[in-house]
């Protein structure tokens, strides 16, 4: 697929071997992704964030990623429901 990368994550098992899981990535985020992290950072930076306490922009960043996963990523939509199957075999 154009625009995709395989990723390869391998795991131990029990019994020393090792399991590989094949899963294909975006190479690129979607612009929209983009353009939603910027606007962040640059609120963060019209509110002052080199004033801000480290814990506070740690949780800002949390909860960002967790609005940008729920938003932009189906699980479904990349074949991970899939690749869980496979890789549970």
Known sequence: ???WE????????????EVE?????????????VAFLFAACQEIHRVGGH?????VLQLFA????EKV????????FFGVAEISHQFSE
Do not use: C, F, H
């Not at 004033?51 to 814990?55: E, H, I, S, Y």
């Open 1 to 3: 697929m154009e625009g």
């Open 6 to 17: 395989e990723t390869i994550l391998k795991s131990p098992v029990e019994g020393g071997e």
């Open 21 to 33: 899981l094949r899963m294909p990535l975006p190479a690129m985020p979607s612009s929209y992704a």
């Open 51 to 55: 004033v801000l306490d480290r814990a």
């Open 62 to 65: 949390w909860q960002l990623s």
């Open 69 to 76: 996963m729920d938003s932009g990523l189906n699980l479904k």
